[in-house]
């Protein structure tokens, strides 16, 4: 049977934020050292930022960069990572048993967005696990305040006479989980955001402000936790926080396939919980969603990964190689994120370089694309503009998590210069899924793009020793007459379908 949907202008869902693309450094295993990071390296410049990596993650086209963690932020102490790199301190990292050295910090990381390019922008996490409201405003004078206080002139001391301009600011890191250190029942955590948002707005009414929420849907304490939270912080931040992470559970290939059909009603939920207080407070405010960590991470491999540490330097962690199917999957969770556009206007690809990322690179040798890459790349390049509003009519296919899931999963979206990419993604393991499209009142005439990843090897992979074996390739035999698009998606495959 075809999958078929209908696009009109008048219809639409949101405009994306830029910020949508946004990526994630950890200091966790090989993301900043030997990643981003590597003095020496052949490709590297005078500050140690590997260029070859760089040169990908402009491709890759990020935007706001979270730093530095992750479970990493509730241990940091943002002072050990500034001022002379001879003088900063080792210290016991306890969220992945390694040791930090502290050669990257603060300084390194906004030189590394400079270089990035003006698309690039600072996402900067606080610990509120085992610090509170004095260090973050420390950190906050340090960053942002222009001098002549003891911290502002202090970094100019440090060499960044210019305040680095931090906007984008998290209030901790999944408090809500029992991992993290400090963690905190959502009462105390509501409490010390709370606390810690007004005195940072003392500084500066500006800061853009992100509240933990659940670091699951599956958690506990979700919804409630977003509530009690929100009860204390509603008007004091901008957006609370999502995580989620797929992987096929007990070999559950069918459910992995429709991860996206939970990542939407994750969303849907906590816009809900939002909205629920925002009316109990009877506030006109709406809270938006910071989806700030996301993908797919074969997790359940990891804790024993970690337990068997003791305390090395940049450990080979987290290290996932990415299947084709792994990448349609991560297709179809962009999707997820673009088709709520009006709402998540924050979100996390998690994360950047070696741990769970697009992005792979060998000590001393080459910087690869994994095959999760590709659909990030193409939706940050043409997933700008607004979100057409897309209902699939589509086939469906049993799965045990989600029952009846369809087969197509789409979005729409429509740039300034009224040009349409629509990416689709085909579920299914066996056939080819035929598209049609009804294109109403947009002027499209021609197919510009239909680009495809798929293979006849599903679990074909990019690596160091075959570091090109999967990249999209053209489809063949899309056409646009007389308004209406029709194609065939391969199965088990991410389309990118562009249109004039
Ligand atoms: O991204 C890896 C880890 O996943 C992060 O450190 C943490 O926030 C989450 O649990």
Redesign the pocket.
Known sequence: RTARFTLDPAFTVGTVDPRLFGS?V?H?GRCVYTGVFEPGHPTADADGIRGDVLDLVRELGVTAVRYP????VSGYRWEDSVGPVEERPRRLDL?WRSTETNRFGLSEYLSFLRKIGPQAEPMMALNLGTRGVAEALQLQEYANHPGGTALSDLRAEHGDKDPFGIRLWCLG??MD?P?QTGHKTAAEYGRTAAETARAMRQIDPGVQLVACGS?GRSMPTFAEWEATVLQETYDLVDYISL?A?YEPLDGDVDSFLASAVDMETFIEDVVATCDHVGARLKSRKKINLSFD?WNV?YMSRTEEQVSALDWPEAPRL?EDNYSVMDAVVLGSLLIALLRHADRVTVACL??LVN??APIMTEPGGPAWRQTTFFPFAQASRYGRGEVLDVRVDSPTYGTKRYGEADLLHATAVRGEDGTVTLFAVNRSRTGPLPLDVALNGLGLTSVVEHSVLADDDPDARNTLAEPERVAPHAAEGTTLDGGRLSAVLEPLSWNVIRLA
Do not use: M, P, R
Not at 69 to 72: D, E, P, S, V
């Open positions: 994630f950890e966790l963690g992750g479970n990493f969220a890191n999944e989980g991992w670091s995580h992470y960590e991470w987290l998690a994360q741990v769970i």
